[in-house]
């Protein structure tokens, strides 16, 4: 290369000049193929399902002889599922995120929990299927029912819950807990006074993450939970209700989607169905947004 | 302000630069003479990297910045629209002051410059890889292991990488901006060293706080006070007897 | 020597004293065994939880092995992993159960998503990161976001409603059903992936080094390309085997679009993947063909065991370069 007197303005050669306008072109490219291709998608989604979309469709059950359409049950079911899922998966999630960040000394053992966190946050939703009907379903007698596909969410939404937690109880300063101990507490009192409503935002967070995932949840839920399209029948009284839930089967919102486009055809209520999905998707991203911004602020 | 016999490299018209509200140069007219050796000193916060980065237009990637007056490099404007930064940048190269190899082998990182600017030629460039080396002093610390990666070598080392990649793309000038206050003391005199066998090719043109390093090896000094060239002179004259009370003062050290 | 006055009453008095000592710290021993024990339970309890997650590893494993190795026994490892026929039911008494089919495609489909996707999410994420309008990115990042948190089946509907019969159009096929609308849905599923974790990576990259490359005369695009990029090679390789694991697991979507037929890989046939198999066939299946389905997932669990490991691998690379 010659040392170049050469005029400042001379500019790039035709080569540089060339590879700079290509790899632009590129960027701009591959940023507009992806946002037209979402936009596509949410607005076919919404021009086929919309019309179809009544609140007739969302508040009833249906019925081939008073040919009634409706996914009530798909929306009862879904939420029965997520709260089922909810309810078992958080103490086990925040308890265990509890003990990696503030009672394990053993690091082998450590290792081995967030070995196993890692490995169940990679699985495919497939392989909890089949793990899930032959140990929920059939070792432990659930049968296709609501709770045996709660129990097999759990696993599934587990490392979420743990993840989240961890995070949130490793942004509370450390000075809190000494000061808490300094005080004379034990270990489990500053961890119920003073660790975990520092947590609360992350817990929310993963809990949002976690309804996300069960809500899109499908593989999993058409083995273990069924693919029935009728309200089960829920009874008077908290007791009746819980008993109801062990046995009933249903088709969640995602599972019911499947139902009509694949076995039936009916792709008018299949539209419809993922109209409802996508609605919920957004409102799941704002809370996660707003819940991890308020997160970030601690 | 600086010796008439002096072939002038660059200089600038009243330029002035303000990042959004705050006033960083103001007024700043300064003839700055090809090879030799130019050391801008100061408090912090004075303006003296901030004015080193209007020369290769580096503060043009600093968003908000607004930038008028002239700098006149070889008799060009480079801050006409027709001006091309990147042959600018070629022309004026830059050390910083953090050693900053990128993550690459030691040939990689020297070879990175010729290679933007169309060098393909393999034996091209080990020639140009080999002399930059050399011409940075480094090239009996390293030549045995040319492909390993940079990020292996001492603070020292990296920084004189740092200097032998700026001389690959054989530039006019080398702006070094407090090359060497990252440094130990022998790493330090090493690059002093070599700034000053490279002015007899290179003007070089260095941000120091450090007013002895100024005194032993630059040329000419400028004063830089709360953005504004207080004084600016032979640097023996300079640290004898400046003409500014506040050169002095900064001098003899009664504050910054 | 004279002793003061008032010892013995000091004697005294300090008596009382003790004995409220004593009095007040039988108290606290007291409820101290009580808070002990609440220690001790809650530990026990938080242990409890941590485990679950290595516990339910463990459960996994063994209920795969247990239900996956009899049909591999019953066919045989070689017959069963490289045989080419799939046909569990046939009637006339010489059921197949070969699944090599299934593996090429699940690699071919995971690869063909990969070639697309990657290199569009790599380059979305530089434009994200170094490129975009602050205010242009936020948005994008959103829509991103959104992409993430659709549902598979809707993918598979939109698929099943658009692309398949694209396919069939384009190509003049009696069904579109096919590896390649497979592999479209799976490079679209993955790219919220990609883009995230790469744009991370690129995020991470020091602001110096891109200086260094700017004051070399490099213009703004060979400095993103030939140095931002390679210095975040780790993270996007890290992105990328994500990417592969998400691709290779998927079912439902791809379930709809695939035509879950056991052919051996071709862009434009119907294809079966070790996940649509299980998925597709598990509602009905029963006897050794039931079995056989477990086994597939047991070969499923064992690539995704694999591409874990590997993903840490990078993962760990990641965080010490980091450090």
Known sequence: MNRESASLTQGLSARRRAYDIGMRALLYASAIIICALLLFLIGYILVRGIPHLSWEFLSSEESVIKNIEGILPALINTLYVVIATLIIVLPLGVGSAIYLTEYATNKKLVAAIEFATETLAGMPSIIFALVGVIVFCEFAGLGTSLLAGAFSLVMMTLPTIIRTTQESLKTVPQSYREGSLALGAGKWHMVRTVVLPSSVDGIVTGCILAVGRIVGESAVLMFTAGMGMRLAKYGHGLGEFFKNLFDSSGATLTVALYNYAKERADFESAFAVAVVLLVIAFIINIAAKLAGRKLKKH | ?256 | MKLPPNTATTKNGACPVEEENSRAAKPIDGSRGLKDLMEHIMKALFLFCGLVAVGFVLVISVYLIISGLPAIREVGLIPFLFGTDWDPANKSGSPAYGILPMILTSIYGTAGAIVIGVPVGFLMAVFLSKVADRRLAAVIREVVDLLAGIPSVVYGLVGMMVLVPGIRVLFGLPAGDSLLAAVIVLAVMILPSIISVSETALDAVPREYEEASLALGATELETYFRVSAPAAKSGIAAAVVLGVGRAIGEAMAILMVAGNVANMPGLLKSVKFLTTAIAGEMSYAGGLHRQALFSIGLVLFLFIMLINAVLNLFLKKNGKEGN
């Open chain 2, 1 to 256: 302000m600086c010796d008439n016999n002096e072939k002038i490299i660059i200089e600038s018209n009243k330029l002035n630069l303000y990042y959004g509200d705050n006033h960083a140069l103001k007024d700043i007219s300064f003839r700055i003479p090809s090879n030799r050796i130019t050391a801008l000193i100061g408090p912090s916060g004075c303006g003296k990297s901030t004015f080193l980065k209007t020369l290769n237009r580096m503060n043009d990637l600093v968003p908000g910045v607004k930038i008028e007056g002239q700098v006149m490099y070889n008799g060009e404007d480079i801050y006409s629209k027709a001006v091309d930064v990147t042959r600018l940048r070629r022309q004026i190269g830059m050390v910083f002051q953090k050693a900053n190899p990128f993550p690459m082998s030691i040939y990689d990182n020297i070879a990175y410059g010729p290679r933007t600017h169309g060098v393909r030629n393999r034996a091209k460039l080990d020639e140009i890889v080999e002399r930059s080396l050399r011409d940075a002093a480094i090239w009996e610390e390293v030549k045995d292991r040319l492909n390993k990666s940079a990020l292996g070598l001492s603070g020292g080392q990296q920084q004189r990488i740092c200097i032998a990649r700026a001389l690959a793309v054989e530039p006019d000038v080398l702006l070094m901006d407090e090359s060497t206050s990252a440094l130990d003391p022998i790493s330090t005199s090493k690059i002093e060293e070599l700034a000053m066998d490279l002015k007899s090719r290179y003007t070089v043109i260095m941000v120091t706080h450090n007013m002895q390093q100024a005194l032993r090896i630059s040329d000419y000094t400028a004063f830089f006070l709360l953005g504004e060239l207080v004084e600016y002179g032979d640097t023996q004259t300079m640290f004898s007897k400046p003409t500014d009370k506040r050169t002095e003062d900064y001098i003899t050290g009664r504050f910054g």
